[in-house]
């Protein structure tokens, strides 16, 4: 079995300043990817950033970065700088080794205040 | 820009109904999948096409089906639509066989409401 616990429905942040958003994640498999995505009104899921779990180092991508707790199950998003376009949905998935599906968290609204 | 569209953006359809969405993948994109987001929840794993074949299933019924085209087209066809039918769908592609890291290109979805 698998799970994604994002505890933060909502977060403000203000413009140009730095926010983390949490996720948690439970699986008993040893190989496992852990990605985010944002989306925003329009709907369509954009790609962020992806850790493998077999990865030493964490992920980065520009302005987002990827705090990886391999031992406490954590995967947060941390975005720097952040700006009025990344007001958003954002949401943290899992895949499974063998598994061929995205296993989605139920998301965190973010907020950025001008 | 994902390169993936999908039509139509909104319907609309009455209980018992049968409706076909459809989605257009980028060219060389084997790998097709589809997702229910239901009001307030993160997307769920309906099926997943590669080449053409189902390459697996979650936790719906069998009324609802897909296809996946040579031309890197699909369809999700749900049959006696309910209303806990009423989500957004989403359809997703990628260049490769399903993997850990493979990295999924999203459509803006078609907003599905049973009436």
């Known amino acids: 079995a698998q799970k994604i616990t994002q505890t933060q429905p909502g977060m403000f942040v203000q413009e140009k300043e730095a926010v983390t958003l949490d996720c948690t994640y439970d699986?008993?498999?040893?190989?496992?990817?852990l990605f985010w995505y944002k989306q925003p009104s329009s709907g369509e899921m954009i790609f962020l950033i992806y850790?493998?779990?077999?990865?030493?180092q964490n992920a980065t991508e520009g302005r987002y970065s990827l705090n990886f707790q391999k031992a406490r199950k954590s995967a947060n998003l941390v975005i720097s700088a952040s700006q009025l376009g990344d007001s958003a949905m954002y949401f943290c998935?899992?895949?499974?080794?063998?598994?061929?599906?995205?296993?989605f968290g139920t998301g965190t609204r973010l907020t950025v205040i001008p | 820009e994902t390169g993936v569209t999908q039509s139509p953006t909104h319907l609309i359809k009455t209980r018992g109904q049968q409706v076909t969405l459809r989605c257009s993948s980028q060219s060389g994109h084997n790998t097709v999948s589809w997702y229910q987001q239901a009001l307030g929840q993160g997307p769920q794993f309906i099926f997943q096409?590669?080449?053409?074949?189902?390459?697996g299933r979650g936790n719906f019924p069998p009324r609802f089906s897909g296809l996946q085209f040579p031309n890197y087209s699909s369809e999700l066809n749900v049959n006696a639509l309910e209303l806990d039918d009423s989500a957004l769908y989403l359809c997703?592609?990628?260049?490769?066989?399903?993997?850990?890291?493979?990295?999924?290109?999203f459509g803006s979805g078609t907003q599905l409401s049973v009436l």
């Open positions: 096409y590669y080449r053409e074949e189902e390459n």
């Open positions: 850790q493998g779990s077999y990865d030493q």
């Open positions: 699986t008993s498999d040893p190989s496992y990817g």
């Open positions: 997703a592609s990628s260049p490769r066989a399903p993997d850990i890291n493979e990295k999924l290109f």
């Open positions: 998935a899992m895949v499974r080794t063998g598994a061929n599906n995205l296993f």
